[in-house]
């Protein structure tokens, strides 16, 4: 994030107070998420989340300018821990608390060795392109095709 917001022309100082607040903006995710999964199940709510993070990336494609990577850092902020909860819940759900643990961790590691693996061919591509357009657009994409299989999700049946 710093390296883009850095190359849209904010100071480092900038950047960075911008990825602090979007941490900060975890938490409520973090806690307003699985809340909404208590109330409408997983689907809704983790569909929303995708659907957010999609607007985030649809953002980045438009403007690079300060205001618009401050949104988009936020709104990525606001789902960025989000995730962790629902899969601990709807593996629980699916496969029982036996070895939730390790389905968990199991899921958490696709999840961040993705994740890691994103962030090395972002910076590839934007090394032979000159731009981050490339891999936000891909960002979005995804985004939005987990929006819609989560919308697929239903309650197992039998438990």
Same mark, same amino acid.
């Given at each position: 994030f710093i390296p883009f917001a850095t190359d849209a022309g904010l100071s480092t100082q900038s950047a960075s107070n911008i990825q602090g607040l979007a941490g900060l903006f975890s938490l409520a995710g973090v806690l307003i998420f699985p809340a909404l999964t208590e109330k409408f199940g997983h689907g809704g709510p983790l569909s929303l989340m995708?659907? +957010?993070r999609g607007v985030c990336f649809g953002i980045l494609v438009l403007s690079s300018k300060e205001p %618009?990577?401050?949104? %988009?850092? +936020?709104l990525m902020g606001f789902t960025l821990m989000a995730t962790a909860p629902l899969a601990a819940?709807?593996?629980?759900?699916y496969f029982?608390?036996?070895?939730?643990? +390790?389905?968990?961790?199991?899921? +958490?590691?696709?999840?961040h060795t993705g994740g890691a693996l994103g962030a090395l061919l972002g910076g590839t591509l934007h090394d032979i392109t000159g731009s981050?357009?490339?891999m936000f657009m891909a960002c979005l994409v995804m985004a939005f095709t987990g929006s819609a299989v989560c919308l697929r999700i239903k309650p197992p049946t039998g438990n």
């Open positions: 995708f659907v +957010l %618009a990577i401050f949104a %988009a850092a +936020l819940a709807i593996t629980g759900d029982g608390v036996t070895h939730i643990g +390790l389905i968990t961790g199991a899921i +958490l590691w696709v999840h981050y357009t490339s």
